[in-house]
């Protein structure tokens, strides 16, 4: 059993900052990657930062330059600075291992402008 438990979210005015984290718990092969995804209402699930076992990372092309991801053992967390009301989503973490996917429940970030 694998549980990813996400903290972090909440309401934000534009310009400000918020930081998630993520824990990985339970019984799993080595870590391939752990990233965060998002989805917005009426929008699909999209990447929004991902970290390889080796420390590379990827952002969406909408977060780069203000989103900052980074992992500490089995934990991984999500710097988002100068958030927009574009970020209002849901953000999940993702941990994928040993072929297999695995899903925080997600945790609620809301922008306001």
């Known amino acids: 059993q694998v549980q990813l438990v996400e903290s972090g979210g909440g309401l934000v005015q534009a310009g400000g900052s918020l930081r998630l984290s993520c824990a990985a718990s339970?019984?799993?092969?080595?870590?391939?990657?752990m990233g965060w995804y998002r989805q917005a209402p009426g929008k699909q699930r999209e990447l929004v930062a991902g970290?390889?076992?080796?420390?590379n990372t990827n952002y969406a092309g909408s977060v780069k330059g203000r989103f900052t991801i980074s992992r500490d053992k089995n934990t991984v967390y999500l710097q988002m600075n100068s958030l927009k009301p574009e970020d209002t989503a849901v953000y999940y973490c993702n941990l994928y291992s040993g072929g297999m996917n695995y899903w925080g429940k997600g945790t609620l970030v809301t922008v306001s402008s």
């Open positions: 970290i390889s076992s080796d420390g």
């Open positions: 339970g019984s799993f092969l080595r870590i391939n990657t």
